[in-house]
């Protein structure tokens, strides 16, 4: 039995509102269908735009604010450690 492996897409954004709902649409339209899409805000001075831009997109989009790097930073960290631990050397 083959599963598919976790792909994260991340989209770093800074002042990129503008921008931001293209982006996630493109990684939206991939043709991998086990995926998760991860848009981290860097401190963005938008008045909010690029949360809304990625909020618009409901539950499809997980966002990060800069406040929460070391979250991405675990979130990451852990995913890999589990793949590793299961990981079978042939």
Same mark, same amino acid.
């Given at each position: 039995? *083959? ?12 002042? $990129?509102?503008? +921008?931001?709902?293209?982006?996630? %649409? ?14 981290? #805000?860097?401190?963005?001075?938008? #008045? $909010? %735009? ?5 909020? *618009?997109? $409901? #539950?499809?989009? %997980? +966002?990060?604010? %800069? ?12 995913? +890999? ?10």
């Amino acid at each position: 039995m *083959s599963h598919k492996q976790l792909v994260t897409i991340i989209i770093p954004v800074y002042n $990129g509102s503008n +921008y931001l709902s293209e982006a996630i %649409k493109s990684a939206i339209a991939q043709s991998y269908e086990k995926d998760e899409i991860i848009v981290f #805000n860097h401190g963005s001075n938008d #008045n $909010g %735009k690029t949360r809304d831009v990625t909020l *618009s997109f $409901g #539950n499809a989009i %997980k +966002y990060l604010e %800069k406040s929460k790097l070391r979250l991405i930073s675990f979130h990451l960290t852990q995913r +890999y450690e589990i793949q590793f631990s299961t990981l079978t050397l042939k």
